[in-house]
């Protein structure tokens, strides 16, 4: 059996013992009893490749399910809560400007984590050592939504109530994530005093994501046309720059090897200075590893590239399968674009060719068929738009993207030649700006349905993998 299989088998029993453990529980004499057979297993059938690979699956599968069951072991202690915290703590994220306050996440001397609202100003920033008192409680599930497992996912185990703060020094993080930031940060504010809102929040959006700069009424547009993820750095962003980095460095003179380092560099400080979401390190490993395939001339196998940019993320957070949606969103996704894109084409692409109009909609039909039940269990509203919308907003943005980006750049060398790219820019994202308040203010452009339980979620899927498997055997028939 290739190298390639193995590694797949292995990766996806892992992921599979991640998923098993995240949904049901497991006792410590099973897990026990599970390593002994495995153990056993190899020792006996040695000498037979299948029974050898088949107990290191297993085995795989039971690393999965122990490093989940030492993950969420943590909740069952928290001797913290109640109490009143007093000491010195390290603003270890950039805080999150709110309506009226600010949300910021700090780390004790004693390494734990916390999150506490405190109002507008003094504004904190990264690296920020403070005096902190405050009472430490558990966060508590919020109607539907299990807003404790949301903040464990990232190592948050208590809320900081009615938080007391002095700043005793500045500039203690790491050097390197600080600089990063104050890239980012300028980046904005160059992006703001050339665009006015809401295109400029559009703008920051497609460069560096995230929507907090996009007004509320726009935010529920985007949401109810289906184009959240282009704002939300999505592994189409990450395509977009890659290719653009590659074109650059080529015309900077590098040599495609170098160019190609250039561009795995760029994916790198693109997927720290947005904050690290699932979705940006999934696009960024993945977009990595088809970069590296290149270069060492070598056909990036995707469903390879899924599962490894899955079970690494996964190896260093196991949390995140259940209690992260966009890490659902994101592999869902581009599992629709990889596994079922494809026959499509081949009903459409050859029959209409409309200058990629049908790519676009192959591409974003795929996507949404696969995430769909995602969407209606999480937030209980069915886009009924959203292919006509990415149709009519999709082809454009890798221009938008890159109008935007000149501008910004150019900022920092001539500010007319800035003027000049940000009006040109302008014109695509009012378009976009446009299009979707337009789409996202009709009547019937979304529809709620609640009651959507996780029942209907798993038939979905049990009938949509049932569907690709049955094309795909068709296909071969007809080869």
Request: charged share 15%; aromatic share 14%; proline share 3%.
């Amino acid at each position: 059996m290739a190298k390639s299989k193995i590694f797949l088998f292995l990766s996806l029993s892992f992921i599979l013992g991640i998923f098993w453990r995240s949904f049901f529980g497991m006792n410590y004499i099973f897990q026990f009893s599970l390593l002994i057979l495995v153990i056993i297993n190899i020792s006996v059938f040695w000498g037979n490749k299948k029974a050898r690979l088949a107990g290191f699956c297993v085995l795989f599968l039971a690393c999965g399910i122990w490093l989940t069951d030492k993950k969420m072991e943590k909740l069952n202690y928290l001797d913290l809560a109640g109490q009143n915290f007093s000491g010195t703590a390290l603003v270890i994220k950039e805080p999150v400007p709110k309506d009226g306050y600010q949300q910021v996440i700090v780390k004790s001397g004693q390494g734990d984590k916390f999150l506490l609202n405190t109002a507008s100003f003094p504004e904190y920033k990264y690296g920020d050592k403070i005096k902190l008192a405050c009472n430490l409680e558990i966060p508590q599930k919020q109607e539907d939504f299990d807003y404790r497992m949301y903040l464990a996912k990232d190592g948050i185990y208590y809320l900081c109530k009615s938080p007391k703060i002095l700043i005793l020094s500045r500039n203690q993080g790491s050097l390197f994530y600080a600089s990063v930031l104050k890239i980012k940060n300028k980046l904005l504010d160059n992006i703001n005093q050339l665009m006015p809102a809401p295109e400029s929040g559009l703008l920051v959006g497609l460069l560096i994501g995230g929507s907090a700069q996009l007004p509320k009424e726009l935010q529920n547009n985007f949401s109810k046309t289906g184009l959240t993820h282009i704002v939300a750095v999505s592994g189409y962003n990450v395509t977009i720059i890659a290719e653009y980095l590659l074109l650059f460095g080529i015309f900077m003179g590098l040599w495609r090897k170098q160019a190609l380092w250039f561009a795995l560099i760029g994916i790198f400080l693109f997927v720290v200075m947005t904050g690290m979401p699932s979705s940006a390190v999934r696009a960024g490993i993945m977009g990595s590893l088809l970069i590296w395939a290149m270069k060492n001339g070598r056909l990036a196998n995707s469903t390879n590239a899924i599962v490894f940019a899955a079970a690494v993320m996964l190896l260093l957070n196991p949390l995140l399968l259940r209690y992260d949606v966009g890490f659902q969103l994101s592999f869902l996704a581009t599992l629709g674009i990889v596994y079922f894109s494809p026959f499509l084409e081949i009903q459409m692409i050859k029959k209409h060719k409309t200058f990629g109009l049908w790519e676009v909609i192959i591409l974003s039909l795929s996507a949404q068929i696969f995430v769909v039940p995602i969407l209606i269990y999480n937030f209980h509203q069915l886009s009924l738009l959203s292919l006509l919308a990415n149709a009519l907003v999709l082809p454009i943005i890798p221009i938008t993207m890159l109008l935007g980006f000149l501008a910004v750049a150019a900022e920092f060398i001539f500010h007319p030649l800035a003027i000049l790219f940000s009006w040109i820019a302008f014109l695509p994202l009012k378009y976009e700006v446009e299009i979707i308040n337009f789409l996202g203010s009709l009547k019937y452009s979304a529809v709620a349905i609640n009651n959507f339980s996780w029942i209907w979620v798993a038939l979905w899927y049990l009938l949509l993998f049932l569907a690709v498997f049955l094309l795909k055997k068709r296909k071969k028939r007809t080869i």
